[in-house]
């Protein structure tokens, strides 16, 4: 079976992790655990940019070496997948040998073809970015655009690769192939691509920067850190080794949309397609995370520590708010009054509410086991009805990493749930003595349990460990598999329920931002 390879974007090792980096981990962690339930063989890649200015720069006014502070901020970001229960089968380091020698390899590889050269560079630089500007990227005031920081004029002697020889084959590809997901972002790419590219100078001399990748056909030179980074998606599965092609090229690449035009969109591809190799199959774009109409960054300072919402609310309730919220493309607010609206309507009082109703019923009137339902009138119809119309919806939408959709539908058949105990009212029914109310009562409690059942399926990728929980309160062992789980098919009967439990305690204190 071909492995489905599925990478994030490496981030900066030049401050602590925040929001926007913990929801791209976890947002390809669903897409990673939503592949594994459907039976897919999965390697799902993350890890860390040690190299380049921001980097340097930072280790220096901190009066460090680079190393030093990315071997100390290297653990935040392993601690932090750990602790958003992310299941990276790999975290790769861009100063690790196996991804430096690499780069090398790629770097002569692609010397020897004529595809670098050494030229002159004489223009403009943005250290923020760490890239080459040009004169018309200013705008109508005449100034620099805001993400490029400060700008400075340079004039040196640096290699370059060839991009702009490849461009008429990149727009052609992206004419035969929808590469970017969503594919309005492809439109933004290919106009980019409407205008002439310049070749990518892909070094920086030493003596402005020595934190980088030497090049291995001239030693005073570092490799540029774009260069570098985006083999990391190739490095760490074996690139130029027996088994690279179990990995490449169906392969996925999550990035925010911030990283797609020019460095995941023509750059990358053209690398590869320079080495002889496919573009992966998709390049998935997220949106960015605002607080209060700002993106959050290390440089703006304006963070929400996610690991401060872990502590209290745990990973789950974070993973759920993070893809419930974002509709994967779009931008979204974090603030902490919608977390927190969240956290109590859609979990505390729908999902917990239902599964402590059933529990509480079942264990008080049936300890020995829970019954079979016996009658099927129109509340258990409709409710068979929204379970088959929830499942399709929710099994399409996640296909096309719809998350957020997928969890309405699959919070909104809760919904269905909930009403279905209101009308059918066990703990009314429990009560009486009539026959009739006794298999009706105890019909409610297996459909409710039967629709907690299924619908706990659809969470498995977002809150696992919730799932795992709700799954044991069943009875059930964790299923690892979709297959054959999916159907209303009651399969509780007999089964001992765990005791009543508080999925999601009321919360403490609110939070600040940082
Ligand atoms: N190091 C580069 C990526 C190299 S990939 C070969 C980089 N690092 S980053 O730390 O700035 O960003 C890492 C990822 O986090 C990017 O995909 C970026 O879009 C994402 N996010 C950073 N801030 C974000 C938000 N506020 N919201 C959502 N994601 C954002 O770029």
Redesign the pocket.
Request: glycine share 12%; net charge negative.
């Given at each position: 079976m071909r492995t489905f390879y599925i990478t994030t974007?490496?981030?900066?090792a030049n401050g602590k992790p925040?929001?926007?980096?913990a929801?791209?981990k976890v947002l390809t962690d669903v897409i990673a655990r939503h592949r594994r339930l459907l039976g897919d063989k999965v390697h799902f890649l993350t890890g860390l940019?040690e190299h380049g200015q921001k980097v340097e720069q930072t280790a220096r006014a901190k009066g460090i070496e680079p190393a030093e502070l990315t071997d100390g901020i290297a653990p935040l970001f392993i601690d932090l997948c750990k602790r958003l229960n992310i299941s990276n089968d790999d975290f790769i380091r861009t100063t690790e040998k196996r991804h430096k020698d690499v780069v090398r390899k790629i770097l002569q590889d692609l010397w020897a073809k004529g595809d670098i050269y050494r030229g002159e560079y004489k223009g403009y630089y943005s250290v923020r970015q760490e890239q080459f500007v040009l004169e018309k990227e200013k705008n109508e005031a005449g100034n620099w655009p805001e993400i490029y920081g400060e700008v400075t004029e340079i004039s040196e002697v640096n290699y370059f690769f060839r991009l702009s020889k490849y461009q008429d084959w990149l727009i052609d590809y992206l004419n035969k192939n929808d590469f970017v997901v969503p594919l309005f972002r492809q439109k933004q790419v290919q106009e980019f691509l409407r205008e002439p590219i310049n070749d990518l100078c892909i070094s920086r001399p030493k003596e402005r920067l020595s934190w980088g990748i030497p090049l291995p056909f001239d030693e005073d030179y570092v490799t540029y850190v774009w260069f570098d980074?985006?083999i990391?998606y190739i490095s760490a599965v074996g690139y130029g080794q027996e088994g690279f092609e179990d990995y490449w090229p169906a392969a996925f690449n999550v990035?925010?949309?911030?990283?797609l035009v020019p460095s995941h969109s023509v750059y990358w591809p053209i690398m590869l397609h320079a080495m002889g190799i496919e573009p992966p199959k998709s390049l998935l774009v997220?949106?960015?995370?605002h607080l209060g109409g700002q993106?959050?960054?290390k440089t703006s300072g304006i963070q929400i520590n996610p690991l401060d919402l872990i502590d209290q609310f745990g990973a789950d309730s974070l993973r759920y708010f993070m893809i419930r919220e974002m509709n994967v493309g779009q931008d979204s607010d974090f603030t902490m009054e919608l977390f927190l609206g969240r956290y109590q309507a859609d979990l505390g009082n729908n999902l917990g509410n239902l599964v402590n109703r059933l529990l509480n019923m079942a264990n008080r009137h049936f300890p020995q086991g829970l019954p079979a339902p016996e009658v099927e009138e129109d509340p258990e119809i409709t409710v068979h009805k929204q379970w088959e119309e929830t499942r399709k919806a929710v099994l399409a939408g996640y296909d096309d990493f719809q998350f957020h959709s997928g969890l309405e539908r699959t919070l909104l058949f809760v919904s269905v749930l909930n009403r279905y105990a209101e009308i059918r009212a066990p703990w009314k029914l429990a009560k009486s003595e009539d026959p009739k109310d006794r298999e009706i009562l105890r019909t409610s409690l297996a459909t409710m349990a039967e629709g907690i059942r299924l619908a706990t399926h659809f969470l498995q990728p977002v809150m696992p460990e919730t799932a795992e929980r709700i799954f044991g309160l069943l009875g059930q062992s964790n299923p690892e598999l979709w297959e054959g789980q999916l159907d209303w098919s009651p399969r509780l009967t007999g089964t001992v329920l765990g005791e009543k439990t508080i999925l999601f305690p009321r919360p403490e204190v609110q939070l600040q931002p940082e």
């Open positions: 974007a490496i981030d900066y925040h929001l926007g980096h929801y791209e940019d980074a985006l990391n990035i925010g949309k911030d990283i997220h949106g960015w995370w993106k959050m960054s």
